[in-house]
């Protein structure tokens, strides 16, 4: 049953690519909702003297820029870390995961014992949809299914988007990119 749902999620996006949709890569992917962005995605003049590629996150602003050609950027809206759970520095992307599996690290589940110790990638997974791991930190750049939370200041320290954003940011990042996070 599970294969026919999924050769069916990948006929219909091959199908509907035709158009404006994108091809699925994923059959979950299939399953997310659109979500009415309260902060859209968009093109503006970037001068942060970044080169094409990089990602800077401006906390303060709740803002992920991925630095375009032509002196120009994709804005996106963020959660960010709540305070004392805020951080600035320079990484790069370590790796990727598309519907990530979550494990709570030690300093959360002290925090938090009622956490699961695993959770799967899916639907229901705080990870969300994708998964950019900051190179030398516990942190991520990650999906949400609590799109409610960006723009906001909720976080354990990881960068939240939405679904949606967070699969376009995915598509265009390289592993081994730049990521600068200013306060």
């Not at 994108?22 to 001068?47: G, K, M, W």
Request: aromatic letters at 8%.
């Amino acid at each position: 049953m599970r294969r026919h749902m999924i050769r069916a999620a990948v006929w219909a996006g091959l199908f509907l690519s035709a158009g404006t949709a994108p091809v699925f890569a994923n059959a979950l992917d299939s399953q997310l909702q659109p979500v009415a962005a309260a902060i859209p995605r968009e093109t503006v003049p970037f001068d942060g003297g970044e080169a094409p590629g990089t990602i800077v996150i401006r906390t303060s602003e709740r803002r992920l820029y991925f630095v375009l050609p032509d002196h120009q950027a994709l804005r996106y809206g963020v959660g960010v870390g709540r305070p004392g759970f805020t951080w600035a520095g320079v990484t790069r992307i370590g790796y990727k995961r598309e519907w990530p599996d979550w494990t709570p690290p030690a300093q959360m589940l002290r925090r938090r014992p009622d956490l699961p110790r695993h959770m799967e990638g899916g639907i229901d997974n705080p990870l969300g949809a994708r998964a950019m791991y900051l190179a030398g930190t516990l942190f991520r750049i990650h999906g949400s299914n609590e799109p409610d939370t960006i723009g906001q200041a909720v976080s354990s320290g990881c960068i939240r988007m939405t679904n949606q954003d967070v699969i376009d940011l995915y598509e265009r990042a390289r592993v081994g990119a730049r990521v600068v996070v200013t306060r």
